[in-house]
């Protein structure tokens, strides 16, 4: 005996991507329309956006000037740079010469050509000379981590300028609404002309390659199911395998859904949204005693049914206890033995009668 459990569902796509809008718009035009087959990145439809337009031309205005004013710093930095070389320059040529100029007086003084006073007062020249120079290198090899410091200061702008820019571009380019995968374009639910808000889903797209079966299960009958259990789906076209993939823990209207996950190809004209009927495998009962399900009677309890008579025109009431039920079959646990024949049909008009005679 092989219980199962049995519920009706449709297929949808594993694969469903809503595309949402990124920015407030308004629909401009709607490009493709549902059933058309699209590929990643086609365009899809159109939004408008004026002040989505005037922020990018905002921000590639605000990029130029801050290019601008960096070339210009550029420019000002070297002329400085240039003007900080030649005062150094300058003051390197007055040291030396100061220099030469202590060294005759002092040669002149050793020969008692020059007073002292003169030589104290070249050396003096030369010292000031020489400090006044020692600065002015110094202030030359600083120059060059300022001017990197003030480039830094300016082209941290320009990067905060072209960064603006990048998503001022980058939410223009999404006013065109791009599938984000392979698949059937299935619905569009906005019409050009209408105001969207941002998070309005504004199309859907799904893989049809990709299907599994939604099945809707009595909430009595679904507490045996299992990830991984054996299913069959009837699409009327024909019988596709599967395995249980997901179980909804919650319960809607008496009823659990069941994802079935497609292991094999599924029948011709399968399509999202088609109704079809779902048979789950709960378990295999070895050498068990059954018979057909009645119509009445729960699974685990006793009932009262009409057991045929070997002359076959006589009935008698046994009583007969069940076991676990299936989709059309019950298991026998007492009261039935291998090769009697019941009655399955309601019989509750006979409630005051242990044995009937059938016509």
Do not use: C, H
């Amino acid at each position: 005996m092989v219980r199962q459990v049995r519920g009706l569902g449709t297929l949808v796509p594993e694969d469903i991507r809503w595309i949402p809008a990124t920015t407030q718009g308004r629909v401009e035009a709607i490009v493709l329309r549902p059933g058309t087959f699209v590929k990643a990145g086609s365009v899809i439809l159109e939004l408008t956006n004026p002040q989505v337009d005037q922020d990018l031309q905002d921000a590639e205005l605000k990029l130029k000037a801050a290019e601008a004013t960096l070339a210009n710093l550029k420019v000002q930095v070297q002329n400085e740079f240039l003007q900080q070389k030649a005062s150094s320059a300058a003051l390197s040529a007055d040291f030396s010469k100061a220099k030469m100029n202590l060294e005759a007086k002092e040669a002149l003084a050793k020969q008692q050509l020059e007073t002292a006073l003169n030589v104290k007062q070249a050396q003096v020249d030369a010292e000031q000379l020489g400090i006044r120079n020692e600065i002015a290198q110094q202030q030359l090899s600083t120059f060059a981590e300022s001017m990197r410091a003030r480039f830094a200061v300016q082209e941290s702008e320009v990067d905060q300028a072209r960064a603006v820019m990048a998503l001022k571009r980058r939410q223009r380019d999404e006013l065109k609404v791009r599938a984000g995968i392979d698949g059937g374009l299935q619905v569009v639910p906005v019409e050009v002309g209408q105001q969207v808000a941002p998070g309005t889903n504004l199309a859907r797209v799904a893989n049809p390659s990709r299907l599994k079966a939604e099945i809707k299960i009595s909430e009595t009958q679904a507490k045996d199911i299992q990830i991984g259990q054996r299913a069959e789906i009837d699409t009327r076209n024909g019988i596709a395998e599967g395995r249980v993939s997901r179980i909804d823990p919650s319960v809607q209207n008496g009823t659990r859904t069941v994802d079935v996950t497609m292991t094999g190809e599924l029948p011709k004209g399968s399509v999202p949204d088609l109704s079809v009927d779902g048979t789950i495998e709960l378990e295999r009962l070895n050498d068990v005693l059954f018979v057909g399900r009645p119509t009445f009677g729960q699974e685990q309890s006793v009932v009262g049914l009409f057991r045929i008579l070997p002359d076959g025109v006589t009935a008698e009431r046994v009583q007969v206890k069940l076991g676990r039920q299936s989709v059309n079959t019950v298991e026998v646990l007492a009261g039935l033995k291998v090769g009697d024949q019941v009655i399955l049909s309601d019989m509750s008009a006979y409630d005051a009668y242990d044995r009937i005679r059938l016509r």
